[in-house]
C-alpha cells in the first residue's frame, strides 16, 4: 500500500489530478499525502509528524493551521462571503490597503490586490507598461528581469522568469531582456549578502544602451532569488540597479513573494536590503498561506498618472482586475496574519534568530556533495553536486531521503532551498540541519 491508498485515494483519483510544478509520475509512483499540519509540523498519511523546513511554500511563517486565522475567515463567511469588487467596495480591502500601505517603504501607499504573486508580477509590469503610455512615453514597453529570477507561471512570469525549465515550453511571450544573475563562483559559502560583485548591476547600463531607455518600462527582480535557490546580491548590487533606474527614468520593481513580510528579518527585503523600490509585489506570506492572496504596492505618482488622465469621472481609470480581487475571506485571513505577525513579534524573532540559522545552515560546509551554502533572514540555500551528469538528480534524492526521516525540504534545480517557519525552535533547526547531513551521508557513503 501506498500514501495515497493508505489516504483512502483511489488510483483513478490519483490519476485525475494534473500536478502543478511535479513530477506526476514520480509522484504518483510513491506519493507523499499531507493530510493535516500544525505549527510547524505537516501530518501525513502516515500520522507521521513532519518538520516544515519551508514553512509550507514560503507561505506559512507563522505556524500552519492557526486558529485566529480560522476564525477570522470562518467569521467573515459568514457575515460577508463575497462582494462584487467592481464598481462595489467592502470595508475590508481598504482596511488591509491602508494596513499594508503603513508597514510599506514611506512612497509606496496605494495597493492594488490580486490573488496571487504570479498576478501580483502581471499587475505590477501591466501598470509599469500602462504608466509610461500615461505619461506620454508609450514606447516604454520591454521588461527587463533578471536570469534565475522567478515572477510565477503566468504569461507575464514566463516571459520575464530567469529560470530555464520554466521557459523553454512556451514559445513567444512579452518582449523582455535578462540581466545575468548574481550567483558567482568566487562567492561561494558567502554569509548572507556577499562582499563582491556590486559591479553586476553594471550590466543594466549595457543593456540600457542595447535596447535605450525609450523602450524599457521596468526592471523587475526579486530582492534575493528565491527559488533559484536563495541567490542573496552582493553588497551594493541592488543600490546599484536602484541608481541606473534613476538615471534612466525606468521602474523598479522588487518582487516580494518570498521575501516580504518577515522572511528576510523585516516587513520588506526593500527595508532589509536598504534600497526602495517603485513597486513591490508580495503575496504566500500576507495570508500565512491560508487564503490565496498577492498585491502590488506602487506610489501615488503612479496611481496619480491614471486619475489625472482617467477622462469622465464614471470611466475605468485601470481596466484590469480580478473577480476575486480583494475578495473579503482572503482580506480578513489578511488582517489576522498581520495581527498575528505584530502580537507576537515574529518579524523581530526572525532578525534576532537569524544569525543562528546562518552559523547552523553553514555548518554543513565540508560535508560531501555541499557546494555552496547562501543564507538571508530565515531563507538558506544549498548546492549539491551533479550526480551522473544531471544537477537536479541529487537534491532530489536528498530532499526524499529528509522527507523519510521525518523534514520537509524542498529541491529545486540544483539546489535544496529553506525557508523556515517564523516561530522555529533551536533544537528544530537543529534536525533540519542534521538529517541533511545525515541524508547525505546515508545516501552517498564515502
Ligand atoms: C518571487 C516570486 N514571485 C512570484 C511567485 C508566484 O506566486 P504564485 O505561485 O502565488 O503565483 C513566486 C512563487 O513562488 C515567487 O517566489
Redesign the pocket.
Same mark, same amino acid.
Given at each position: 500500500m501506498n500514501q495515497a491508498e493508505r489516504a483512502g485515494l483511489t488510483q483513478r483519483q490519483l490519476d485525475s489530478y494534473w500536478m502543478p510544478y511535479t513530477g506526476n509520475r514520480e509522484f504518483k509512483s510513491d506519493p507523499r499525502i499531507i493530510t493535516a499540519a500544525s505549527g510547524n509540523y505537516l501530518t501525513d498519511a502516515d500520522g507521521r509528524q513532519i518538520l516544515d523546513s519551508l514553512s509550507g511554500?514560503?507561505t506559512c511563517g507563522a505556524g500552519h493551521s492557526r486558529p485566529e486565522i480560522a476564525e477570522a475567515v470562518f467569521k467573515q463567511l459568514n457575515k460577508l462571503d463575497y462582494a462584487p469588487g467592481f464598481q462595489f467596495g467592502h470595508p475590508l480591502a481598504f482596511q488591509l490597503s491602508e494596513r499594508i500601505c503603513d508597514l510599506a517603504p514611506e512612497r509606496l501607499n496605494r495597493v492594488c490586490l490580486t490573488?496571487? +504573486?504570479?498576478?501580483? $508580477?502581471d499587475t505590477a509590469t501591466k501598470i509599469a507598461r500602462a504608466y509610461w503610455r500615461q505619461s506620454g512615453q508609450a514606447s516604454k514597453t520591454k521588461i527587463l528581469a533578471r536570469q534565475k +529570477?522567478?515572477?510565477? $507561471?503566468?504569461w507575464g512570469?514566463i516571459s520575464f522568469g530567469g529560470i530555464p525549465a520554466n521557459r523553454k515550453l512556451w514559445g513567444q511571450g512579452l518582449e523582455t531582456d535578462l540581466l545575468n544573475h548574481t550567483w558567482r563562483a568566487e562567492s561561494v559559502f558567502s554569509k548572507g549578502m556577499p562582499e563582491q560583485g556590486a559591479e553586476l548591476a553594471d550590466e543594466l547600463e549595457s543593456l540600457i544602451a542595447l535596447h535605450d531607455a525609450s523602450n524599457i518600462a521596468a526592471v523587475i527582480v526579486?530582492p534575493f532569488?528565491?527559488?533559484a535557490g536563495v541567490i542573496v546580491p552582493p553588497k551594493g548590487y541592488l543600490q546599484r540597479l536602484r541608481e541606473i533606474c534613476t538615471k534612466h527614468n525606468i521602474l523598479l520593481i522588487f518582487?516580494?513573494?518570498?521575501?516580504g513580510l518577515g522572511r528576510s528579518g523585516a516587513y520588506w527585503g526593500a527595508e532589509a536590503f536598504g534600497v526602495t523600490p517603485d513597486i513591490i509585489?508580495f503575496?504566500?506570506q500576507i495570508t500565512n498561506g491560508a487564503v490565496?492572496l498577492?498585491g502590488v504596492l506602487l506610489g501615488e505618482e503612479i496611481y496619480d498618472a491614471f486619475i489625472t488622465k482617467g477622462g469622465a469621472p464614471h470611466s475605468v481609470e485601470l481596466p484590469h482586475g480580478f473577480t476575486y480581487s480583494g475578495h473579503p475571506v482572503a482580506c480578513a485571513a489578511a488582517m489576522a496574519t498581520l495581527d498575528i505577525l505584530e502580537s507576537e513579534q515574529l518579524i523581530e524573532r526572525v532578525a534576532d534568530k537569524a544569525p543562528e540559522f546562518e552559523s547552523k545552515i553553514h555548518s554543513l560546509r565540508g560535508i560531501n556533495h555541499i557546494v555552496d551554502i547562501r543564507n538571508f533572514g530565515f531563507a538558506a540555500g544549498i548546492t549539491l553536486a551533479a550526480k551522473a551528469g544531471d544537477p537536479t538528480l541529487r537534491p532530489y534524492e536528498v530532499a526524499l531521503e529528509c522527507w523519510r526521516r521525518g523534514v520537509y525540504v524542498r529541491w529545486g534545480g540544483d539546489t535544496l532551498q529553506f525557508g523556515l517557519p517564523f516561530k522555529i525552535e533551536s533544537d528544530e533547526m537543529d534536525r533540519i540541519v542534521s538529517t541533511v547531513a545525515e541524508s547525505i551521508e546515508a545516501l552517498y557513503p564515502a
Open positions: 511554500l514560503w490573488n496571487s +504573486g504570479s498576478e501580483a $508580477a +529570477g522567478y515572477h510565477g $507561471a503566468s512570469g526579486e532569488s528565491g527559488s518582487d516580494e513573494v518570498i521575501t509585489t503575496a504566500k490565496p498577492g
